[in-house]
């Protein structure tokens, strides 16, 4: 895996662009910096001001090569590239509190915005007044969304929310596609029709997702646990209790296997078995190098004792490669079906590369199906 | 203008009461639980089935039956969480270990709800017993049963 430390502050949030050479992030601020890959090193190539609040969500649209973004502001602007600089166009969002998450739909015609006023906003683009247009899902959601997730067939949304569930809407806008056929999760899909709805879990959902054929949607809770919904007549959902810290992004990297990483600063592996429709613990997926053990001497065994009560030292320094809160996962190489490389951004302003094969060769019992 | 000023009345009004979008829980059925069996746990708790070993094993799991989670009842729940506390005093500090491996995911989870309602209210020895019961359970549940504590929205 590969590390690199962009800066001191958290970054809120990240996304690439299509062949993985640029990056654009948001370290903390109103502002997007957009970094170019150069050899082993990374330059800022652009600096997008326009935001009066914190960006909370980017998402870079691989084949049109725009941008969205969307802040604390209560606004989205949609970023292309006309030359050697990125231009805004607002889009009214009718929102009343801040926006938490952005994603463009997979054919890239539609995105949706959750906020916090407790509405998903679906936007698409109207030829005639050439201007970005909203829809609202508001029912039945009763708190803030907190994160977002297109199905292949871009109409179903999967969305996380404070509200303690994990919903699928339809997002189907009429004036841009056509009717859908018929998916595991339902086949009438009339705008706002709630598809799924999640039970048993409590806690917020942070990070939701979907597999690559969309029928299956992961979702990371506040309550330290993991669930998989598989669509059918009755929807079957399995979830499993972990004893880390919250987890608070969530994604497949093949159909069965899942990597979530959260609080606790280091990703983890999940598998999920259809047949016993059950999830269970793959593996830790950072797996620090053993430091040489010092011997400690009597000294500082003394000071432990007095400073800490314990002269236990193995919870002073965190050994993963992250120092801080893993807050977004993305895919970068393969897709949902046969991810060969993820990367993670945290906290502590850093971003880690990691590499499928590797890990699965580094952990012997580490078996991604 | 000096009239209105007069009462303060209005600050005490609770203002989240009155609003609509207030989140308010899906009510679920808890009239019918009772918690756990009083009587069935006392019989646990005298019974010896060999010589000087008390049935603490099968008390332990019996109070950990039946949690009165979704009831509005206070009086339910405070005579469950004095139950629990009972048989958690009476295990010799060295039998603790083996009664929280003798319980299951949820069982620990369960347990660990109950600790920390007894932490709530300490009375004189009780703070000792739940540390050490704490301790154990926190090597088997991790840190994510104590998360889960506290972000349950009904709790025993």
Redesign the interface.
Known sequence: MSYHSFLLEPISCHAWNKDRTQIALCPNNHEVHIYKKDGNNWSKIHVLKEHNGQVTGIDWAPESNRIVTCGTDRNAYVWTLKGDAWKPTLVILRINRAARCVKWSPKENKFAVGSGS?LISVCYFEKDNDWWVCKHIKKPI??TILCLDWHPNNVLLAAGSC??KCRIFSAYIKEVEEKPAPTAWGSKMPFGEVMFESTGT??WVHGVCFSDSGNRVAWAS????VAVAEGGKTAVCASL??????LLCVTFITENSLVAAGHDCYPVLFVYDSNKAALSFGGKLDVPKQSAQKGMTARERFQNLDKKATTDSKEAVLESVHKNSISQISILNGGKAQCAKFCTTGMDGGMTIWDVKTLESAMKDLKIV | MSKNTVSDRFRKVDVDEYDENKFVDEEEGGENQLGPDEAEVDSLIRQYPSLFTRNLMGALQAVLKNPPINTKNQNVKDRAEGLVLKVLSSFKSTDIEKGVQSLDKNGVDLLMKYIYKGFEQPSENSSAVLLQWHEKALSAGGVGCIVRVLTARKTV
């Open positions: 407790r009763r708190s509200d303690f409590a806690g506040h309550d330290s646990t209790t972990s004893e880390t810290l919250p």
